[in-house]
């Protein structure tokens, strides 16, 4: 008998859906339980219609195990624990229509097309699982409040898992010298994580600031960029990069969470960011970095021109986003917090 069934998104999706997995399966195994993940297949053009079928495939495995629980980014994914009949817990990272609504308009035609054939389906199966949870948990204050809209519950009904953030791997640098470098990390290829605006703002930042670097850390781009720009593209190490720069800058336009952010303020490198749900939340609690008011290209590089010309701040910044990640977003509090989840539901 399986101990612990994690129904889960496809692995292909990576990103934050992947490192909210690898946490829960990496703190459960700590906690010395054996989870087994189940992977319903995606297939893009007809998602709603594969995830019916995949459910039916994964169901049994679900309902015969000692605990079942869902953990994705979005809950449509974890259908097959619904069908299985059996009791589960989720642990949800944003609703659809607040991720939709930040790709939508950016996908080309055949995309919006098929994204408007399946959403009728995929948000009934988002209902459901998120209905059907026996507990259910969100990322981050904003995700919990997607996710009562989408399932129309009581967003105090929902509690609150911590993505936890390796503070032994993501730390602050001994100090930081030279050229002036402001960091991206992303797939700066996807519409959601609206480099173009960072782009965008750049020539206003060299304008002020001729000596800064923009480093983009992951997959690059598909539209030309100005100078004063580098790609670095898929680097071995996240952490490396974030220590040898002086601001996280993320331009999304929406994020459940944003594990980038926080493995930034982690770093002692304070963030600006746009007011994109999660990582607003992130930065406002902490008091590690700038929220944008807005999503104009000349806000995003006032507040960088800004950030920089002052060291002292951007110290005591760095120092109060270090100490809110150690005591929030540590592995050891995500263990603590899955103790109690586990022995509360689910054979813990």
Known sequence: MTDLAVVTQDPRFGGGARAQTEAFVRAARELGREPELLHPRFVPLVDSVAQLVESRRLA??????????????????????LRSGRPYAAWIGTSLDEEWAARRPHLRRSRRLALELN???LRRLEGRVLRGARRLYATSPSSRAGLAAA??????TIAILPIPVDTTLFRPASEREGTPVVVFVGRADDPRKNARLLL?????????????????????????LPAGVEVAGQVPSVAAELRRASLFVL???????????????????PAVVTPCGGPEELVRASGGGTVL??????????????????????AEQGARGRAYVEANHSPERLRAELTIALAEFGGG
């Not at 399932?151 to 105090?156: N, Q, R, T, V, Y």
């Open 293 to 314: 008011a807005d999503f104009a290209p000349t806000t995003l590089a006032d507040a960088v021109v800004a950030a920089l010309a002052d060291p002292e701040r951007l």
């Open 60 to 81: 049994p495995t679900v309902r015969q195990a000692r605990s079942a629980w869902v953990v994705a980014a979005a809950a449509p994914y974890g259908d097959a624990a």
């Open 200 to 224: 965008e703002a750049w020539p206003h930042v060299r304008a002020e600031a001729p000596d800064v670097v923009l480093r983009l850390v992951g997959r690059p781009p598909d539209s030309p």
């Open 119 to 121: 959403a009728p389906l």
């Open 251 to 269: 331009p999304s336009l929406q994020e459940g969470f944003g594990i980038v952010v926080a493995e930034a303020l982690a770093s002692g490198l």
């Open 151 to 156: 399932a129309d519950i009581d967003p105090e």
